[in-house]
């Protein structure tokens, strides 16, 4: 999938360029991605390093790049990771046919992780991204950047409640979506 990384829409505090962000979140993008391959088991085949250096990549694809704050970068920069960990996973999966299942911590309730298919999962994400293009942001920066809420809701400008509500939302389509027993997805609550 080649999805342009959209701009979050963010308000502008001080524009900085790739080159200063690279330098002042490197050390972070590198714990993101290592939790981010540790949840997709695929870290002995892709490093931490590689996965941020192939973020860079992509990001600076579009010539003069600017971004509007730290969490601006921070946001497309897991949106590129999740792009770049979705494709390797499709490639994988055309060679070996299976994936393996993803848990995601957010979702447990009552001592039990539902596993998913990252390649569903994403697929979802792209269906949804039509619908509700806020709440996919907010379910990419929570998931693929391991981000809390309140780092969220500052990041895009937005209120705690609003990123939470939005969260609770997205949560109840993605179990249902993938059939969970035992959840009480009408409530919103696992």
């Known amino acids: 999938m080649s999805e342009q990384l959209p701009p979050l829409g963010l308000p502008v505090e ?4 790739v080159s200063t962000a ?3 979140m490197y050390h972070q993008l590198k714990v993101i991605a290592r939790r981010r391959l540790g949840r997709y088991q695929i870290g002995a085949t892709l490093s931490a390093t590689a996965l941020v250096h192939e973020a860079f990549l992509k ?3 579009g010539e003069g790049r600017r971004f509007r704050n730290q969490g601006h970068f921070l946001a497309v920069s897991s949106l590129a990771m999740r792009q770049i960990m979705i494709e390797y996973l499709r490639q994988k999966s055309a060679l070996k046919r299976g994936v393996p299942a993803v848990t995601f911590d957010d979702f447990a309730g009552n001592g039990f992780v539902p596993a998913f298919d990252p390649l569903a999962l994403d697929d979802l994400l792209v269906q949804l991204q039509h ?3 806020l709440m996919v942001h907010i379910v990419v920066a929570r998931i693929y950047g391991g981000f809390a809420f309140e780092e969220i809701a500052a ?3 937005l209120n705690r409640r ?3 509500r939005k969260w609770t939302k997205a949560k109840v389509l993605i179990l249902n979506r993938f059939g969970v027993a035992g959840s009480d997805a009408e409530t919103g609550s696992v």
């Not at 001080?14 to 360029?17: D, I, L, M, W, Y």
Request: aromatic content about 10%; charged content about 25%; cysteine-free.
């Open 14 to 17: 001080s524009e900085f360029s």
């Open 22 to 24: 690279w330098r002042d």
């Open 59 to 61: 990001i600076t694809a």
């Open 131 to 133: 619908e509700d293009a």
């Open 155 to 157: 990041a895009m400008a």
């Open 162 to 164: 609003t990123v939470h």
